[in-house]
């Protein structure tokens, strides 16, 4: 079925499965590697982007339920305000390992601050506990947030 | 191998100009005396300078997250004395005959290259000088550096180590065994922070890793494998999955046509599909229908290894590892004995990126690439099982996401390059995560019976353990082999006995971030705590006691290593000061509910004393509340940002394992297959880590590992200054605790 998406302020089409999940069509389909497969159930948050600026699990998305939507992935991220600066406040903190869940965490991390500027750190937990970083990144991660939103 | 010996004992550098006219810089250096014993091959490091100054130097070992990327050419660029924003890091190739091991493994990067690639720079610089001084007509010692540039102040003419470059590359090259290295006083490089050299690539979503390959005509892969281990197939609907839609073939692997040898990292049974995409060959598994002749594998369960793990520690060890003294003896002298059984689950290795490889075999060569931690060895895997030579297989090593000893297997690479060569075309196999999970090279489980006596004064007179672990086929299974015989306190208790006995069984093992220490640290150091409870001492004078006088424990007396061997006032050091740092003497101070607790670790040549602060509500919940890390890896850190890094997230690793991990078999099969059974600790768990470095005279080591041990001890020993309840068993059941 050819289904036309919105990908970071683009037009894409691609002639898929009804029921393949967003992150596949990103991935392989229009070579978005960005957004990342760790476990398929909507689990660990590798995956997430942004569909009309709700961090999503693309993995859990088909892309038949997209319709006009429009979606944001890492890629897209340099172009978008809160974005550019969650991820020089990631590059100034040194926050990577290994760096794979990196793309999920910037997404949600964007999320969070467009919505709630000034996050508790209990807003932090809510929003970023989704999001698994299995070198345990975590003080970085919340000092990333914690300085973006104390506009350093 | 077969490599002369006396190349091992020589120290050659080899310069040549490239093809853009820059200086080549290639270092053979000889091994350290254990490499050269096991592969006989030389180390080399590869720098190049550009005419505009841009240094690319080779970064020679997988990053898996472990920040060896950015270290090991910080060595080089501080010795070559060029500013880092001037340095470019690739990933060097894949030739151990050229690089020597290029494996990420043991917390052994940095012992094994502090200072070979400190002498690899150096040699650079030494030649860069000489060129410089042979243009002026002056002496070398005449001439100095500084960032890239040759200076001589006496005539205040310099030279950029550009426009050197050429001409250095001509240069005999000095002897890399008395180049002549900065004081470390002087560094500029090798102690600051510098922040990963892939991060910008990383923040903004670029392929770098495994699972990222593409390329023209890429198929992709699943592969189905049995259940239980050992397994094999009889039949599958082949015909029936080939009809679906998108699917370019499917066929069964037989393990006897793919792996005769049976090698434990090679081809095992299943059925791979291969499609247009990922998800459409994933998809496909859901109508796959395969009878499998599930073997004698079929009747393990981690119940009934419970059940004989218990039987076996009821009677005598099957194997005496250690007998100083006699503890029987001893035993009977004490005024309190305490018993105590420990044990701890399999653990799977949770990398996020699943395992996965892209191969493309063509006219009887291949082409992997592979998020590999140890891919020379994978290389000959790939060799063994298409029947090829390794010549004929060129592996590009990628970023990975994690590894944590997981990917020190290559199996992943076999399968690879197998369906590559079936479908001829180029393939990606990538593993669900249930793959991942349930085919994993598992961190041995484990049981010990501790027993101890201590004598009025608390002091201990007797100690002995029966360790329960695992074997295969007779032999002793991999990472599960045999407790090390200096396991503390040995050497440092007149009277102990170490016993040991093997569980048969078929369940694949393998290392695991700070193999064998992440469980005996557990195990030991918990129980070392019943003791000075028992004893009615402070935890931590009870353990500064048992490591008594400052002074140097040799792992083995018949052959002592100075580096390898046990110096308690290197852990002394690191106790006392996690005391101090973490407020231990005020922990009667805490809430009700909140308890310290402390432990320490030897392994990978690291000290490290760590505290955790936890709660625990009368729900039996654990709240992390804070934990305190120092540590003695040497005399220098090299770079403090990934140091940090490291020991930090070792720290909330182990915790998080100990909180919510372990693998089940039931009927030989993994039960749990996702994060929902399986729970990485998440951010809203982690409490803030305060890490410290003590430096002291000795040689710089890793840090991959030697954080990780102690913090699992200190947290039940936290619970238990909390509760009142001694946690003997991992992962921790919060059940256990409720008031």
Not at chain 1, 21 to 38: A, C, M, N, Q, T
Not at chain 2, 314 to 339: F, H, I, S
Not at chain 2, 505 to 522: C, D, I, K
Request: aromatic share 6%; charged share 20%.
């Amino acid at each position: 079925m050819p289904y036309t998406i919105d990908v970071n302020g683009a037009k894409r089409t691609v002639d898929v499965d009804p029921d393949m999940p967003l992150l596949w069509v990103l991935r392989d389909e229009l070579d978005l590697k960005g957004s990342k497969f760790g476990c398929g159930a909507g689990l660990c948050g590798a995956c997430t982007v942004h569909i009309d600026g709700q961090p999503t699990r693309s993995c859990q998305v088909a892309i038949s339920t997209i319709g006009s939507a429009s979606i944001a992935t890492i890629e897209g991220m340099a172009a978008h305000q809160i974005g550019a600066k969650v991820q020089a406040a990631w590059m100034a903190l040194d926050v990577p390992q290994c760096g794979y869940c990196q793309a999920g965490q910037i997404m949600s991390a964007t999320a969070l601050l467009s919505k709630t500027p000034r996050p508790t750190d209990q807003d932090i937990d809510a929003a970023m506990s989704g999001n698994v970083c299995r070198c345990c990144s975590y003080t970085r991660i919340r000092a990333g947030v914690k300085q973006i939103a104390e506009g350093k | 191998m077969t490599r002369p010996l006396d190349l091992s004992r020589r120290a050659l550098l080899r310069a040549s100009l490239t093809i853009g006219g820059g200086l080549a810089l290639q270092a053979i250096l000889p091994g350290v005396a254990q490499a050269a014993a096991s592969e006989g091959a030389p180390i080399t490091a590869f720098v190049t300078i550009a005419p505009d100054g841009v240094v690319t130097i080779l970064s020679k070992n997988p990053e898996i997250g472990q920040g060896i990327r950015t270290m090991l050419p910080m060595l080089i660029a501080e010795e070559l004395d060029v500013s880092w924003k001037d340095v470019r890091i690739e990933q060097a190739p894949l030739n151990e005959a050229v690089y020597g091991r290029q494996h990420s493994g043991g917390s052994n990067s940095t012992p094994e290259n502090y200072m070979r690639l400190r002498r690899v720079g150096a040699a650079g610089r030494q030649m860069l000088i000489e060129a410089a001084a042979q243009e002026w007509s002056v002496a070398p010692e005449e001439c100095e550096t500084e960032a890239g540039v040759v200076h001589h102040r006496k005539s205040g003419r310099s030279l950029t180590y550009g426009a050197l470059a050429a001409k250095a590359a001509a240069r005999k090259v000095p002897d890399l065994a008395s180049v002549k290295l900065k004081d470390p006083k002087t560094f500029k490089i090798i102690g600051q922070r510098i922040p990963g050299v892939e991060n910008a690539r990383i923040v903004t979503g670029q392929p770098l890793f495994g699972i990222d390959v593409s390329m023209p005509g890429l198929l992709h892969a699943v592969f189905e494998k049995c259940p239980v281990f050992g397994g094999k197939v009889k039949s599958a609907n082949i015909d029936a999955i080939k009809a679906l839609p998108g699917i370019h073939d499917a066929f069964i692997i037989q393990a006897s046509e793919a792996n005769p040898s049976k090698d434990p990292e090679g081809l095992v049974d299943g059925v791979a599909i291969v499609a247009k995409s990922w998800w459409t060959a994933n998809k496909a598994r859901e109508k796959l229908e395969i009878v499998w002749d599930e073997g004698v594998g079929a009747t393990q369960s981690s119940e009934g290894f419970s059940a004989l793990a218990a039987k076996l520690l009821g009677e005598a060890p099957a194997t005496v590892l250690r007998n100083d003294g006699d503890a029987d003896a001893a035993m009977k002298t004490a005024t309190k004995v305490l018993e105590a059984s420990y044990s701890y689950p399999f653990l799977s290795h949770i990398v996020l990126e699943p395992q996965n490889c892209t191969a493309h075999f063509k006219d009887g060569k291949i082409a992997l690439w592979a998020p590999a931690q140890n891919p020379g060895p994978g290389r000959k895997l790939v060799a063994k099982t298409l029947g090829l030579q390794e010549s004929d297989i060129t592996v590009h090593v990628t970023r990975g996401g994690g590894g944590f000893g997981r990917r020190l297997q290559s199996d992943f690479m076999a399968e690879a390059a197998w369906i590559s060569r079936k479908v001829e075309a180029p393939v990606k196999l990538l593993w669900s995560r249930r793959d991942d999970m349930q085919h994993d090279f598992y961190r041995p489980a484990g049981f010990h019976k501790f027993k101890a006596g201590l004598d009025e004064k608390g002091g201990l007179v007797a100690f002995t353990d029966h360790f329960v672990t695992f074997g295969k086929g007779g032999k002793p299974a991999n990472s599960a082999s045999t407790m090390p015989v200096t396991e503390f306190p040995a050497m440092l208790a007149p009277n102990l006995r170490y016993g040991q006995s093997v569980i048969e069984s078929n369940v694949p093992t393998g290392p695991m971030r700070a193999p064998r220490s992440n469980a005996l640290g557990f195990a030991f150091q918990s129980f070392i705590d019943e003791l000075a409870h028992a004893a009615a001492k402070d935890p931590v004078a009870f353990r500064l006691s048992l490591l008594g006088e400052p002074r140097s424990v040799p792992s083995d007396p018949a052959k002592p290593e100075p580096q390898k061997d046990f110096n308690t006032g290197r852990m002394r050091n690191v106790l006392a000061r996690v005391a101090e740092l973490s407020g231990w003497k005020n922990r009667d101070k805490l809430p009700k509910g909140t308890g310290m607790g402390v432990a320490f670790y030897f392994s990978h040549l690291g000290y490290f004393a760590e505290v955790v602060q936890a709660t625990v509500s009368t729900s039996g919940a654990i709240k992390l509340d804070h934990v305190w890390v120092v540590g003695d890896i040497g005399a220098q850190i090299i770079n403090p940002a990934g140091a940090e890094h490291q020991a930090q997230g070792a720290a909330l690793d182990g915790l998080g394992t100990a909180l919510g991990q372990k693998v089940t078999l039931e009927k030989g099969r993994v039960v749990e297959a996702n994060f929902d059974s399986v729970l990485p600790l998440r951010i809203d768990q982690a409490p803030p880590v305060v890490v410290e470095f003590i430096t002291s005279d000795f040689p710089t080591t890793g840090l991959g590992e030697p954080a990780l041990p102690p913090v699992a001890p200190a947290l039940c020993n936290a619970i238990f200054a909390a509760t009142g309840k001694r946690i003997r068993q991992l992962p921790i059941d919060t059940n256990l605790l409720k008031a």
